[in-house]
């Protein structure tokens, strides 16, 4: 998936879940996101998530990013609009 923040675009992987199937509130987990761009997002700068299939959906950090066992950065975060997956 391509993580599109202010304009500068960066592959990243995701996992990515449904909240509330009733009110259709989905989100999840960027794995591997620069630092440079969590901080943007942190500061509440335009993000949105490509997902394969061309469609990209607004999405919004949440909470506090944390580095994995791997050294990954990770970012919560929540998605804009239908949920992309089924």
Do not use: C, K, N, Y
């Not at 997902?51 to 990013?65: A, F, Q, T």
């Not at 066992?69 to 919560?76: E, H, K, S, Y």
């Amino acid at each position: 998936m391509t993580l599109i923040v202010s304009g500068e675009q960066v592959e990243v992987a995701a996992a990515l879940g449904v909240f509330s199937p009733a009110d259709s509130e989905w989100g999840g987990v960027l794995l591997g996101v620069p630092v440079r761009l969590a901080a943007a997002m942190q500061r509440g700068d335009d993000a949105s998530l490509r997902l394969p299939d061309g469609r990209e959906r607004r999405i919004h950090s949440v909470g506090p990013s944390r580095i994995d066992g791997q050294g990954r950065l990770l970012v919560p975060f929540t998605g804009e609009g239908p949920v992309p997956f089924s």
